[in-house]
């Protein structure tokens, strides 16, 4: 799981160096660099409760900042979207950079479709403000990742990332 949040925080970090607006891309690197922290800090907490053995305290200890990844991978992905919607900069040739484009646009894509399809819909009050009731959650970076086919991810037996793989290769 720490080793997912490195990933993670390499997407950012790529995102951020492509996003046009300096703001976007600041928050992102924020939320990367937090990201970073966090699974750090879950790597060394995992060895040292593999070394010390079975304790409800590592238990509790550990859970908790598989939390923290969580919520730290969140904040890393919503500002990956906000990032996507300003506009990215051209991807250099390297594949990783490309790779990352490529899911970047195929999310706004489904967003743009989403929104589209929306506003066709009759779903509207008299003021013309989407009703709540019945409305489809737009997509979001997070479900784009959960609806990978699993062939697609996969993840290293060892916590290094080994040579050859791509971002978005890995199970986030």
């Given at each position: 799981?720490?080793?997912?949040?490195?990933?993670?925080v390499?997407?950012?970090?790529?995102?951020?160096?492509?996003?046009?607006?300096?703001?976007?891309?600041?928050?992102?690197?924020?939320?990367a660099?937090?990201?970073?922290?966090?699974?750090?800090?879950?790597?060394?907490?995992?060895?040292?409760?593999?070394?010390?053995?079975?304790?409800?305290?590592?238990?509790?200890?550990?859970?908790?900042?598989?939390?923290?990844?969580?919520?730290?991978?969140?904040?890393v992905?919503?500002a990956?979207?906000?990032?996507?919607?300003?506009?990215?900069?051209?991807?250099?040739?390297?594949?990783?950079?490309?790779e990352?484009?490529?899911?970047?646009?195929?999310?706004?894509?489904?967003?743009?479709?989403?929104?589209?399809?929306?506003?066709?819909?009759?779903?509207?009050?008299?003021?013309?403000?989407?009703?709540?009731?019945?409305?489809?959650?737009?997509?979001?970076?997070m479900?784009?990742?959960?609806?990978?086919?699993?062939?697609?991810?996969?993840?290293?037996?060892?916590?290094?990332?080994?040579?050859?793989?791509?971002?978005m290769?890995?199970?986030?």
């Open positions: 799981i720490a080793s997912d949040g490195h990933v993670v390499k997407f950012g970090n790529i995102l951020a160096k492509h996003c046009l607006d300096q703001r976007c891309s600041m928050e992102l690197l924020r939320a660099e937090h990201t970073q922290s966090v699974s750090s800090q879950l790597s060394i907490v995992a060895r040292v409760k593999a070394v010390t053995g079975e304790s409800k305290a590592s238990s509790e200890l550990l859970l908790s900042n598989v939390q923290n990844l969580v919520r730290a991978v969140q904040h992905l919503r990956a979207e906000a990032a996507c919607v300003k506009g990215l900069g051209q991807a250099s040739a390297d594949p990783e950079e490309e990352v484009a490529a899911f970047c646009q195929q999310w706004r894509k489904n967003l743009t479709q989403h929104r589209a399809k929306e506003a066709l819909n009759s779903d509207r009050d008299e003021l013309g403000l989407r009703k709540t009731r019945g409305a489809k959650a737009e997509p979001t970076l479900s784009l990742v959960q609806e990978q086919p699993p062939q697609s991810r996969t993840i290293p037996k060892h916590p290094s990332p080994r040579k050859g793989h791509t971002v290769d890995r199970h986030l």
